[in-house]
């Protein structure tokens, strides 16, 4: 079934007020994914383009919250400040009698914070309509798989990553950079052009950092942000770069190297892990970049 075609079936459910309360989209890309249930939420609150500025609607997604998966506390209402399901259904819809909330990349989600949405997944308020996406169902609750609607939602084809890629400006040899460093061509296209130009610098740097082992490298600066949570997406975007520029280069490595990348890749693999924790993204990457300076 294609994304049309998915929509349409969804549509008719709407109107034939045959509406689960919640669906489950499933698909290898999450870009895809995002853009489908975008759209899905307009039809179901009546508006086209920008739902996002609905006030009956709400998105829950890791990465605008600094996290790798959603935790409990985006569930339950349990600290001030935190965005959280729980706040988002206190009141009744304002602009008509449909609110739709959005959880991203549910299969990111802990059990506790799966166990916690059980509940709302079952009953939620009237006129609630609950939509997550996953990449991969194997992590997800039978118990929270049963109670959503599920959709699988194909890959754009080839030809047409092949035009919005034109259409970016994204040519070779960036194209295999960002695509090393996003681990698929759907995450390229969803790389805002200052996240680009940041990986392509960070790649030289990377390269340069490889062949000459200086004792510095600006691909391990202090990732820059207003906050705490975009300084988290940052360094998250740059971890996961150079993990996958480390695997592209691996094959080809000599024994030394591939030492010296076994190294690379657990201390990054660390890194990433601390970063969804309670760390300052500053000094998480001075104490990485410290520890590179180390010898095995």
């Given at each position: 079934m294609g994304v049309s075609s998915i929509l349409e079936r969804f549509e008719r459910e709407l109107v034939r007020d045959r509406a689960a309360d919640?669906?489950?989209?499933?698909?290898?890309?999450?870009?895809?994914?995002?853009?489908?249930v975008e759209e899905a939420a307009g039809r179901l609150l009546g508006v086209r383009g920008r739902v996002g500025e609905h006030p009956d609607y709400a998105l829950f997604d890791p990465e605008q919250l600094g996290v790798k998966?959603?935790?409990?506390?985006?569930?339950?209402?349990?600290?001030?400040?935190?965005p959280s399901v729980e706040a988002a259904l206190r009141f009744r819809p304002v602009a008509g009698d449909r609110r739709c909330l959005v959880l991203l990349?549910?299969?990111?989600?802990?059990?506790?914070?799966?166990?916690?949405?059980?509940?709302?997944?079952?009953?939620?308020?009237p006129g609630t309509v609950l939509m997550l996406t996953a990449a991969d169902l194997s992590p997800l609750l039978p118990a929270l798989r049963s109670r959503c609607r599920t959709y699988r939602v194909p890959a754009p084809p080839p030809e047409e990553i092949e035009r919005k890629?034109?259409?970016a400006g994204i040519e070779e040899p960036l194209w295999s950079i960002l695509l090393q460093a996003s681990g698929g061509p759907e995450a390229v296209l969803a790389l805002e052009p200052v996240e680009r130009e940041s990986l392509a610098e960070a790649y030289a740097s990377f390269q340069t950092w490889l062949e000459r082992d200086p004792r510095e490298g600006a691909w391990l600066a202090p990732p820059e942000g207003s906050g705490l949570a975009e300084q988290r997406l940052a360094g998250g975007l740059r971890l996961a770069a150079a993990l996958g520029w480390m695997a592209a280069l691996y094959p080809d490595?000599?024994?030394?190297?591939?030492?010296?990348?076994?190294?690379?890749?657990?201390?990054?693999?660390?890194?990433?892990?601390?970063?969804?924790?309670?760390i300052s993204p500053a000094?998480?990457?001075?104490?990485?970049?410290k520890n590179l300076l180390e010898r095995p």
């Open positions: 919640a669906y489950l989209f499933v698909g290898r890309s999450r870009l895809a994914l995002r853009r489908i998966g959603l935790r409990v506390e985006h569930v339950a209402e349990r600290r001030d400040g935190v990349d549910a299969d990111f989600m802990g059990a506790d914070a799966q166990a916690a949405l059980l509940k709302t997944a079952e009953e939620p308020p890629a034109a259409a490595s000599s024994a030394d190297q591939a030492l010296r990348l076994d190294r690379l890749g657990r201390l990054l693999s660390e890194a990433q892990g601390d970063l969804g924790r309670q000094i998480l990457f001075e104490d990485l970049a």
